[in-house]
């Protein structure tokens, strides 16, 4: 999780190299908006592991994958603030 900064720092340079590579002249700031919606939309939403709601008593290790995966949900909406 803690890669996701320096992860997210490469990703949009590589959209934009790529849209260039391919002749298209793009607003980075447009670019930066759909890449982030897609992320909230596509990741952050399903990182959550609802399926497992359903069981009677969590195991701590069902508490503690929901703990990680509610921080990382935190880490892609806090991107999305940004847009």
């Known amino acids: 999780m803690s890669q996701l ?10 959209y934009l190299d790529g849209l260039a590579s391919e002749g298209y002249k793009t607003d980075p700031a447009h ?10 939309a596509r990741s952050a939403l399903c990182a959550i592991p609802a399926e497992q709601l359903s069981s009677a008593a969590p195991t701590d290790d069902t508490v503690a994958l929901f703990a990680r995966r509610i921080r990382l ?9 940004e847009v």
Do not use: K, Q
């Not at 930066?32 to 919606?37: F, H, P, Q, V």
């Not at 949900?73 to 603030?81: G, I, K, S």
């Open 73 to 81: 949900t935190r880490l892609m909406l806090d991107l999305a603030r």
């Open 31 to 40: 670019v930066r908006t759909g890449y982030i919606g897609s992320l909230a």
């Open 5 to 14: 900064p320096a992860i997210d720092a490469e990703i949009l340079p590589a």
